[in-house]
């Protein structure tokens, strides 16, 4: 399969809204931060509890994790989650409720069916047993990138724009203008 091959390039993020409080709010503005790296004593505190012993990320309340893609006609959204990650079942969930599918036509003007080529990263999730039957069924063959190759995956300049543009966004409406690098 080539590049030109594919119909969606997939990948997870969690966004991260700014913190309520005015200074936390503009440092967050300022620094552009969009995780919060912590010792790992603080991982068992409960606002900053994740999935792991180093919490990396901001908590919860304030994140917006979603699965989405880019393909030739712009990007779509797949599967908005409660938790910083979704798992197999919710996956298979989402390609059986038709969202995949929906998505793909989105960002594939014209093109109807299948056979659907995606590129993604090596989720566990992703290539699953349960992911793959479900794939089969649905025409999807997924091409996965090397791992730690975030760079080979055209989503990941979309994240990144997106997150500046809601950092200038929230910058602008600081009671005192604020000056972000993006």
């Not at 440092?27 to 505190?45: D, I, M, P, Q």
């Not at 798992?87 to 299948?114: C, F, H, Q």
């Not at 992703?126 to 791992?147: D, G, T, V």
Request: proline share 7%.
């Amino acid at each position: 399969m080539s590049a030109t091959d594919v119909h969606m390039c997939l990948d997870g993020v969690i966004l991260v809204r700014a913190p309520a409080g005015y200074v936390a709010r503009e440092n967050f503005c300022k620094a552009e931060v969009t995780h919060c790296y912590r010792k790992k004593s603080e991982g068992s505190l409960p606002e900053l509890q994740g999935y792991d012993a180093y919490t990396k990320q901001a908590p919860l309340n304030r994140c917006l994790p979603l699965w989405g893609g880019v393909g030739p006609g712009g990007f779509a959204p797949v599967l908005w989650h409660n938790e910083r990650k979704t798992d197999t079942s919710e996956w298979v969930m989402t390609i059986k409720k038709g969202d995949l599918i929906k998505a793909l036509r989105s960002v594939n003007p014209g093109k109807t069916y299948g056979p659907w080529k995606i590129l993604c990263d090596g989720e566990t999730f992703l290539h699953a047993k349960e992911s793959k039957a479900m794939y089969l069924r649905k025409n999807i063959r997924m091409w996965q990138i090397p791992p730690r190759s975030p760079d080979l995956n055209p989503v990941e300049k979309f994240w990144a724009w997106v997150r500046k543009q809601l950092v200038a966004h929230d910058a602008k409406h600081l009671p005192i203008n604020v000056t972000v690098g993006c």
